[in-house]
């Protein structure tokens, strides 16, 4: 279950980054599917179908992230003194579906990209998830003790 969590973790970063991915690929820099590649060691068949399951659903996310966009803009312009409530709420009631179909999808791609993993590289990817929590969290710990440092100085 761990492992999911963290899997997942990285797989929503990586399908949230997918429109820079294209930008950087052009560019020449490293995407995140090669820097997934360095990492567990995939190899150049993996890499290829990986893409095209990122490239396949991407689309389809893309779409229904700016139709949840113009949801939440048609929302925000209901905030009035002659407000619709119904419409408010029948918006609302569209954009959890979006939101739903939204994350059933990044899911399902999530779960697809799994599929192309072996067993060891599963075990590295975990490993490396672990460590990069750690750092984050040392991280966040640090910054904590410097702002309590700073706020005990100011006083």
């Keep these: 279950m761990k492992l999911g969590k963290l899997f997942g973790t990285a797989l929503v970063a990586l399908s949230l980054s997918v429109p820079a991915m ?46 949840a966009r113009a949801l939440q803009q048609q929302m925000q312009s209901e905030i009035k003194s002659d407000f619709d409530e119904g419409a408010i709420r029948e918006k609302a009631e569209k954009l959890g579906d979006l939101t739903g179909e939204i994350a059933a999808l990044s899911t399902l791609m999530q779960a697809k990209v799994d599929n192309v993993f072996t067993q060891e590289q599963r075990d590295e990817l975990d490993k490396r998830m672990q460590q990069m929590q750690q750092q984050m969290q040392q991280r966040r710990q640090m910054q904590q003790q410097m702002q309590q440092g700073q706020g005990q100085g100011m006083q």
């Excluded at 599917?33 to 991407?58: C, F, H, N, P, Y």
């Design 22 to 67: 294209a930008q950087q690929a052009s560019g020449g820099q490293p995407d995140q599917v090669d820097q997934l590649a360095q990492m567990v060691g995939l190899t150049e068949d993996q890499q290829k179908e990986i893409r095209s399951i990122i490239d396949e659903m991407q689309g389809e996310i893309g779409e229904l992230r700016q139709e």
